[in-house]
């Protein structure tokens, strides 16, 4: 049997070529004069025709201007996935304390996950209080947010339409029940671009034990050029897998190497007008270059004080995940990336049974972190242009859910998508308050409603970006975040 050729084993594409050729200096040189010819070639091209064509637009991260000035230059969402439950973090509620083992069920049947489980009226375990100056409500769940109440506006008056998870996941995030919509960071960098060309615009720091329902779905770019579809970055070990070169090479001889390939590039393209895959893959492979340096040091919370680590819960065991990656989000923050998504695995706000131990789980995992981001965001002067979001899918219901008839103190509650609580601060939110109402029981919004669209206007409108002229042309309609919904912006929460 003839032994195949080293040729043969390792084909010689376009790119191996160059940087076999860039070896030495006759590399370089080779390099130099093939760019400074087709730089030349292109220049007599484009006066052979004699008029001026207009290019076709390119989609990229370069910074966009807003459609007004903007309060917010950037999003930090802490996304609590499984739906935290509003009667038992903000928004308390006497009558399920009086009327505790009730039945209830026939009056909101109809919006019951698990009829078959579902129980009388059902009190919180955890105990409200009034905090800070502007007197907010927050139970002794979440003690570490409780001392910034100042700083956040509460919503109580959310709702959703849909109880399950994955149709409810696809609205939050990109406005509609269905898959297959941009996600809202992918609306936010296709309207803004990114402040820092060297990292990515739309950054999510999920958790390392696993993905999120509806999985990267999560953070899809949808119908919008795959440019702005969200950026995963490790939050331990490298950032990103296979960043580096596995052989180091002079900079002089990379940097001629990477203006080499962008001239072949723009040609490539120049002969495939229209694919946005290869706009979005050109571009890819010209940030990765540009983030060998920039995404490891934006990341390594090392350069960090023994005082900020211990603030964040870096190192202890509960709080250590989600402590780095919010420690994480504010370094991104200070370098200019544009939205940050913060996720979290196994659902853990999804408190079916056993509510006061998994609501005590949840928060014991995130409350630290998330105060000590804020509080880190402030103390830098951050928080006046990051937009910091705090929020799940939905809520939960009154009721107790019983999945075991035997077992009352293993009761939990049901998705709630009818009424729940999330925060805002920061970027323009008007800090210590609290904004709408559920009814007695905490099933329904009742007192100043906010949908999900009111809210992306919202999110947009603090990013100077205006919910209508946000758009993107396909097939002849102009798609939007907000489409086939008449939103508002709730002013009432802005400054």
């Not at 935290?84 to 996950?113: R, T």
Request: hydrophobic share 35%; charged share 20%.
């Amino acid at each position: 049997m003839q032994k195949a050729s080293h040729d043969q084993v390792n084909p010689i594409n376009r790119r191996s070529f160059f940087h076999r050729v860039s070896d030495g200096l006759q590399g370089a040189a080779l390099a130099y004069l093939a760019t400074q010819e087709m730089t030349g070639r292109q220049t007599i091209q484009a006066a052979d025709h004699g008029h001026a064509t207009p290019a076709r637009r390119i989609y990229d991260l370069r910074p966009q201007p807003p459609h007004f000035e903007p309060q917010a230059k950037a999003v930090i969402q802490l996304f609590m996935n499984g739906g935290p439950s509003q009667v038992d973090l903000f928004d308390p509620k006497p009558m399920l304390e009086k009327h505790h083992g009730e039945p209830y069920f026939d009056k909101i049947a109809e919006d019951v996950s698990s009829p078959q489980s579902a129980g009388g009226l059902l009190r919180s375990p955890f105990k409200f209080k009034q905090h800070g100056e502007s007197g907010t409500w927050v139970s002794n769940a979440l003690p570490h947010l409780a001392k910034h109440v100042d700083d956040i506006a509460v919503v109580r008056s959310m709702f959703n339409n849909h109880p399950n998870h994955e149709p409810a996941l696809f609205k939050i995030h990109s406005g509609r029940l269905l898959p297959g919509r941009p996600a809202i960071g992918a609306w936010v960098t296709y309207g803004l671009g990114n402040i820092n060309q060297n990292l990515p615009a739309y950054v999510v720091l999920d958790d390392p034990l696993g993905l999120p329902v509806n999985t990267v779905q999560s953070w899809q770019s949808g119908f919008l050029p795959p440019v702005y579809q969200g950026t995963r970055l490790r939050s331990t070990g490298s950032p990103i897998l296979n960043l580096k070169p596995s052989q180091e090479e002079p900079s002089d001889i990379v940097q001629l190497q990477r203006n080499l390939l962008r001239q072949l590039d723009q040609l490539h393209r120049g002969q495939r007008p229209g694919r946005l895959e290869l706009d979005a893959r050109i571009n890819s492979y010209e940030l990765a270059a540009r983030m060998q340096l920039k995404a490891t040091e934006a990341l390594d919370i090392n350069q960090e004080s023994q005082q900020t680590l211990d603030a964040y819960g870096v190192g202890n065991k509960t709080t250590d995940s989600y402590a780095r990656r919010c420690l994480m989000a504010r370094r991104l923050v200070e370098r200019g990336v544009r939205y940050i998504q913060l996720f979290i695995n196994q659902q853990i706000w999804d408190s079916h049974n056993n509510l006061k131990s998994s609501i005590t789980s949840a928060a014991g995992r995130t409350d630290q972190p998330v105060a000590a981001l804020l509080a880190d965001l402030k103390q830098r002067g951050l928080l006046d242009e990051t937009l910091v979001i705090w929020g799940g899918e939905f809520g939960r219901l009154p009721l107790a859910q019983l999945r075991d008839k035997n077992n009352v103190k293993s009761a939990g509650r049901d998705h709630g998508p009818r009424g729940f609580s999330l925060w805002m601060a920061g970027g323009g939110i008007k800090p210590g308050i609290t904004y709408g109402n559920t009814d007695e029981i905490g099933f329904a919004a009742v007192e100043n409603r906010v949908s999900i669209a009111d809210w992306h206007a919202t999110i947009l409108h603090q990013l100077g970006l205006h919910h209508e002229e946000l758009f993107f042309d396909r097939n002849g309609l102009k798609e939007r975040l907000t489409d086939t919904f008449k939103p508002r912006i709730v002013k009432e929460i802005l400054v």
